[in-house]
């Protein structure tokens, strides 16, 4: 079974009366143990995805649609199979942080360069 599950994740940002598609119908699989980078040009939405997983992204502007699906052997129960865009905010702190991680783009600020990496993540 996967360890997380994308399912046709699209993501669109209102401003001013306009709409912009950040991110068109993304759909890919992890399994336990595989290392998943996301590559792409700078503004090509590999935050929004990453962000749109534990509903980081500000609501509105952002409008997120599809499924996301986390294996239910990975995070505390109640949220068996449930589509993450669609769960209780509770749900959800009970997954970010411990189920789901970030290390954003400056590693500067997000891990302490005196620890080894593999005790941080």
């Not at 409008?63 to 959800?92: F, K, M």
């Amino acid at each position: 079974m996967p360890l997380l599950t994308i399912e046709h994740l699209s993501i669109r940002y209102h401003s001013g009366g306009t709409a912009v598609q950040a991110v068109d119908d993304v759909s890919f699989t992890i399994e336990p143990g595989e290392i998943v980078a996301l590559v792409g040009e700078s503004g090509s939405g590999k935050t929004s995805v990453a962000l749109a997983l534990t509903r980081l992204l500000p609501s509105p502007p952002a409008v997120v649609s599809g499924r996301v699906i986390l294996d239910p052997s990975t995070y505390p129960g109640g949220l068996h199979g449930t589509n993450l865009l669609e769960a209780s905010a509770d749900a959800l702190r009970a997954i970010r942080g411990g189920t789901i991680s970030y290390v954003f783009q400056d590693p500067g600020t997000s891990l302490n360069p005196v620890l080894p990496i593999g005790g941080q993540l």
